[in-house]
């Protein structure tokens, strides 16, 4: 009884965190959640840097809302902002329309451009703006819980988490309603648009809803920070699957899990909690970027080296093949004739010994009855491509798997 | 203040002369070297790289204690280089495409930097105040030895792509080629990319972080509507970047609170629609007025063709005709005949029309205007 007791006091004043702490880690995760979701569609849709340029054109919209409202959580404010970031879209779209400059250049000149813009707002009205830039850009999730709403009297936690869940809600309950849509508006434009929805209005509606979270979320995590909370979730799970559904749930644990972490550095570093967030994200893309199993740098390596080995098995066989003289198939010959390396020239045999491809006596090398075989088959799939031939050997080899 | 005084100023100010000098090399810098940047492709580079190069001047600040500018500079260059080169592993090794990887590379580096610059603002010998002026920029704080570094790189990349030029040219347009000619284009590469990284992280200090880009991009893609000639872009882009400082500064300097790094941009970016609009080859004004000359020429050509076929059928091509029939013609304006009547390709009698010899030869040889050019 009493033990039970001291152990409930114990955890109260210890282990359980206090109530900032959680409404901090709870905003930190809606945002990452209502980043990753217009992310994942933005990666797919080669859109990433748009949601850079949204996140630093947003500003002049944020300046002139804050002028009217003078409260950062207004909803008038965010949708004013979230207007100037579809305007950015738009005008990205004209100049890339005129041809003048290659795409991304376009990007490049709106905006800084409206950043500026924003910047000497703020800088010219700066007695009656109590907004730093700092913090549009950068902002500060440990301030969130300390700005309340109250209704009736009543504490009813922090105004930014109700700011962001209702974003999520909206968010995910357009994703569901037009997931079919985004999936074959994303991947197959032209089919969209043959099947009867327009590419046109799920391209705003997406950029809408990005503008909108981004301006939901840059009090909390800044402008810059919600790029990276946006793109990395979504690039990581693109690494590790091709499933569009499955990449969205990647995209969401992911963010939230080094939103948590994330927030748990920060304390322990006394550091910014959007930059250890984001340090955190940057080290899970690190991992997955060498790790991930097929996609990853190291395993693609492995697979260019295999590939390359391969090529060198087939030259080999081949020449084997074509050469019945004892004088030609000596080991020492080889290597000078097909003119390899001593080490490259080793793995290949090794290979080819390791499959029963060949065999050596008294270094001369003869083909086997499967090398043979395995021969004649590649041969005929160079020459006729056709896939069923080599169907059985897509297992051993990488260099027929496409 | 008017502009004499503002001039005498200039000179005669240390601050106005440093900061207007600063600012005028460094848009010559980047202006050179980001015409390379948009023809290669690789505009956004410019703001990814400005946004990695954070990291580095934290990390060379936490490893020496000293806020010299040099060094930070050096902290800036290395992580700026990671940066894109890391981009580029990211493009050529997996199936993410060049967007993701800029965006990527950007954010996650700017956070890293930030969680140091927020760990170092925490750290008890507090020698640190002023870091964050790599966020925004303050062009007010260079001082003369940052001019003469900025001139030193200047002359250093100025020299390097003049030794070079042929070879950057050949990389630049046609890389393949490049290669079979024997040029380690890997080398070439690495050395451009170099420059571009330096020059972004040149001027950091003046107009910081976010705005670098616009540095970059602006005045080389104002330079690119007005020639084909990749010297003469260059050159001009140099001189856009370079006005866009000085008259940068001098807004700045002629109202209070208004900082001198938004300014540049948004002059230079009046320098990009102004060049959008007017240039002669390219403009949007010029290809309008041309798009519509071609409309007018066209309708009148479709008039005098249908004219030509009513005149076909007559043994006298000057048969005099009503002018109601051609009201039944689409391309037919009161306006059009009266063009016709000026260019001596038809003479009107009152209510009649009648085709002159030169309008009828016009008007057979119109469908072989192709081969008559050639």
Known sequence: MRASKLLQI?????????????EIQLIASLVAVACAIPGTFLVLRKMAMISDAISHSILPGVVIGFFITHNLNSPLLILLAAFTGIITVVLVEYIQKTKLVKED?????????LFSIGVILIAKNANDVHLDIDAVLLGELAFAPFDRLVVFGVDMGPKSLYIIGSILLITITLVITFFKELKVSTFDKGLASSLGFSPVIIHYGLMSVSSVTTVGAFDAVGAILVVALMIAPAATAYLLTTNLKKMLVLAVVIGVSSAISGY?????????????MTTVLGLIFLFVYLFAPTKGVIAVMYRERQQQTEVSLLTFLLHLKNHTDNNERHINHLREHINWQKVTATRVLNLALKNNMITIDMNIISLTKKGDLFTSKAIDYIITNEDSQIEDMKDDFFLFRG | MDLQEYISLVFSDYTLRTITFGTAILGAVTGMLGSFAVLRKESLLGDAISHAALPGIAIAFLITGIKDGNVLLIGALISGLIGTFWIRGIVAKTHLKSDTALGLILSLFFGFGMLLLTFIQKQPDANQAGLDKYLFGQAATLVESDVWMMTISTGVCLFILMLFWKEFKLLLFDKDYTKTLGFNTQLIDILITTFIVLAIVLGLQTVGVVLMSAMLLAPAAAARQWTNSLATMVFLAALFGALSGVFGTAISASQN??????????????????????SPSRGLLFKQLRFIKNRRDLELHKTLAFMFHIAENHKNISHPHAIKILNNFQGYTRKTLQKLVKKNYVTLH???????????????NLYNQQSRHE
């Open chain 1, 10 to 22: 114990y955890i109260t004043n210890n282990l359980v965190m206090n109530s900032a702490q959680i």
């Open chain 1, 105 to 113: 250049t376009a990007i490049g000149l709106v905006f800084p451009a």
């Open chain 1, 264 to 276: 748990w550095l920060a304390h322990w570093l006394d550091a910014s909690i959007a930059g250890s």
């Open chain 2, 257 to 278: 609170n208004l900082s001198t790094g938004p300014i540049i941009v948004l002059v230079a970016s009046v320098f990009v629609m102004f060049s959008f609009v007017f």
């Open chain 2, 350 to 364: 009152g209510n009649m029309w009648s085709l002159t010899d030169e309008g009828f030869k016009t008007a057979s």
